[in-house]
């Protein structure tokens, strides 16, 4: 079975091009743009690994991760943002991003490389 990938932006160019990278090799997207949609595709988890933006209209990262664990104790998280050096804790991409880079990224931290 695929595993399962949540991909939060409020920028839908980033959402359909995080999506489009990550099912041509073989996961499972779901995608949320605003916190009522995050709400909404939460049914389809538990997730392995959430994507999100640093920096969410609407909403802040820790309220987007919380909300996630509720239904996925045990995911990974990857954060990313277009502001150099911040929030670069824990597993961060900086955007834009290379597709080949974001796949290899997402496959050590599924994979436990990371």
């Known amino acids: 079975m695929a595993e399962k990938i949540l991909v ?22 779901a995608r949320a743009q ?13 997730f392995d690994l959430l994507i999100t933006d640093i920096y969410m209209q609407g909403g802040s990262l820790d309220e987007v991760i919380e909300i996630v664990l509720r ?3 045990s995911i990974k ?7 150099a050096g911040r ?7 900086e955007k834009p991003f290379n597709i080949e880079t974001l796949r290899k990224k997402v496959k050590d931290i599924l994979d436990g490389s990371l």
């Not at 160019?13 to 990550?22: F, G, K, P, S």
């Not at 998280?77 to 502001?83: C, E, T």
């Not at 929030?87 to 991409?93: A, D, E, L, P």
């Open 71 to 73: 239904t996925s104790p």
């Open 34 to 46: 605003t916190m009522e949609e995050l709400d909404a595709v939460l049914k389809d988890g538990p």
């Open 87 to 93: 929030g670069k804790t824990g597993h961060f991409i």
């Open 77 to 83: 998280v990857l954060k990313m943002s277009g502001a």
């Open 8 to 29: 939060v932006d409020d920028e839908a160019l980033i959402l359909t091009a995080v999506e489009r990278a990550l099912v041509k090799v073989g996961y499972f997207i």
